[in-house]
């Protein structure tokens, strides 16, 4: 339990817990956004267009921080397109990757509902991919993002398009 989750109306003036480690190197959040290398995830969505992925170094376990010259961590940008009671489902196709659920953020807005689990739907599956912890009033147009090991592409989460 961390304060932001029993007082949700703290998240105004402190970001929601966040695990470094989880997160490319050099990440911060801010009540609203996470900056990656001083690069807003919310602006990169904005000029990208989502679902969208940003990479960077992931961090060497247990340094404190520092960057590894190897290894990748990946940051999926995706928008709510439905939401319900029960369930979210997202633009990205999730089912070939390995999202850090627990490191979902929502940005843009800052939510005061209480945190509740959402069932998560891929743009490209009927079957529900993992299940989330958001605030509890997800909306369309809402943008999530969140980390997975590894250097992923954008070719791996867009979705394929129907021709018309």
């Known amino acids: 339990m961390t304060l932001t989750s029993l007082l949700p109306t703290l998240r105004e003036s402190i970001p929601t817990p966040f695990d470094a480690a989880a997160w490319p190197a050099r990440s911060v959040p801010s009540t609203d956004d996470v900056t990656v290398a001083a690069v807003s995830l919310r ?36 928008r709510v397109t439905a939401a319900d009671a029960g369930g979210i489902r997202v633009d990205a196709r999730l089912s070939a990757l390995h999202p850090v659920w627990r490191e979902a953020r929502l940005l843009g807005r800052v939510s005061h509902a209480y945190d509740e689990p959402f069932a998560v739907y891929g743009g490209d599956s009927e079957e529900a991919t993992a299940s989330v912890v958001l605030p509890g009033d997800p909306r369309p147009g809402d943008l999530i993002a969140v980390p997975c090991a590894g250097c992923h592409s954008v070719g791996e989460v867009r979705c394929a398009r129907a021709e018309a």
Do not use: F, K, N
């Not at 010259?69 to 990946?74: H, N, R």
């Open 43 to 78: 602006r990169y969505a904005e000029l990208c267009g989502t679902p969208c992925v940003c990479t960077g170094p992931a961090i060497i376990p247990l340094s404190g921080g520092a960057a590894s010259p190897t290894d990748s961590t990946t940051v999926v940008l995706m």
